[in-house]
């Protein structure tokens, strides 16, 4: 019922921007209470990244913090995460997570690469 996909991923330089997005399905939005994105890098731990609190405002890890921007299009459902300024050390698979009437749900990631 409930699905998350994201998109956006991909293999840019250092110092180069991308948009992720994070379309939901089988949700109210508006019932959303938080929406996160977090990062995983090879043999690495799942890391967050960024957080959407309904009601609240947006918070950032100190790694991304003035880089990243979090938004939502509540026309179609969609989280997203815009990447400027992007490091080498931001290359993982990025995973948008929702919290929902009680429940958490979790996309299957996009693969972001950042190298010359």
């Known amino acids: 019922q409930v699905q998350l996909v994201e998109s956006g991923g991909g293999l840019v330089q250092p110092g180069g921007s991308l948009r992720l997005s994070c379309a939901a399905s089988g949700v109210i939005f508006s019932r959303v209470s938080q929406m996160d994105w977090y990062r995983q890098a090879p043999g690495g731990e799942r890391a967050f990244v960024g957080r959407l609190a309904r009601n609240i405002g947006t918070y950032y890890a100190p790694s991304v913090k003035g880089r990243f921007t979090i938004s939502t299009d509540n026309s179609n459902n969609t989280l997203y995460l815009q990447m400027n300024s992007l490091k080498p050390e931001d290359t993982a698979t990025y995973l948008c997570?929702?919290?929902?009437?009680?429940?958490?749900?979790w996309g299957q990631g996009t693969q972001v690469t950042v190298s010359s």
């Open positions: 997570k929702m919290d929902h009437l009680g429940n958490t749900y």
